[in-house]
T-cell receptor
Framework: SQQGEEDPQALSIQEGENATMNCSYKTSINNLQWYRQNSGRGLVHLILIRSNEREKHSGRLRVTLDTSKKSSSLLITASRAADTASYFCATDWPNSGNTPLVFGKGTRLSVIA | GAVVSQHPSRVICKSGTSVKIECRSL??????MFWYRQFPKQSLMLMAT?????????EQGVEKDKFLINHASLTLSTLTVTSAHPEDSSFYICSAITAYQETQYFGPGTRLLVL
């Protein structure tokens, strides 16, 4: 079964508002990554947070990780219409080298101008 | 940054034909490449793991004789969908990683439509 589960499945906000997406996973991890996918396109890597980190920032993105709850959140501040996309969290498996990523179902974000 | 390309980006074929999709790491050597499949409005599902110079490892439920994977060099992996059927229509995405690298870099995907 899929490792990650995002919620909400869909989110619609006005431009300028903040968008928060959550991700839960099931097993221990080395790291958790967030990706963005525009409709019908490939994935763009946004940010990686390691299991020993609790928070990470990159521009308008803020990611938190709570390993005790096996959850992560992605906050996009001051959203723009160009942020409209699907956002996926992905986890690896610990102690297993070059492993594939296990993706959640994604959150479809719509930012209305 | 690391760039991964895929070719073709879009392909339409007749049922029963074979289609080859290429995945290339353009500016780094990829010891491992992964092939994912994504159906509309769904997540990515891993199909197989491809290590350079060795046989691919397929996920449960993925037919190795139908989805042939070749990783002949450190910059190229190919996925061949043999005897394609309409249910094989999907978005195929590859990713590449080098040894001990944490971040996977994804190709732009190939949309396959089988008529």
């Amino acid at each position: 079964s899929q490792q990650g589960e995002e919620d909400p499945q869909a989110l619609s906000i006005q431009e300028g508002e903040n968008a928060t997406m959550n991700c839960s996973y099931k097993t221990s991890i080395n790291n958790l990554q967030w990706y963005r996918q525009n409709s019908g396109r490939g994935l763009v890597h946004l940010i990686l947070i390691r299991s020993n980190e609790r928070e990470k920032h990159s521009g308008r993105l803020r990611v938190t990780l709570d390993t005790s709850k096996k959850s992560s959140s992605l906050l996009i501040t001051a959203s723009r219409a160009a942020d409209t996309a699907s956002y996926f969290c992905a986890t690896d498996w610990p102690n297993s080298g070059n492993t594939p990523l296990v993706f959640g179902k994604g959150t479809r974000l719509s930012v209305i101008a | 940054g690391a760039v991964v390309s895929q070719h073709p980006s879009r392909v339409i074929c007749k049922s029963g034909t074979s289609v080859k999709i290429e995945c290339r790491s353009l500016d780094f050597q990829a010891t491992t490449m992964f092939w994912y499949r994504q159906f509309p409005k769904q997540s990515l599902m891993l199909m197989a793991t491809s290590n350079e110079g060795s046989k691919a490892t397929y996920e449960q439920g993925v037919e190795k004789d139908k989805f042939l994977i070749n990783h002949a060099s450190l910059t190229l992996s190919t996925l061949t969908v043999t005897s394609a059927h309409p249910e094989d229509s999907s978005f195929y995405i590859c990713s590449a990683i080098t040894a001990y690298q944490e971040t996977q870099y994804f190709g732009p995907g190939t949309r396959l439509l089988v008529l």
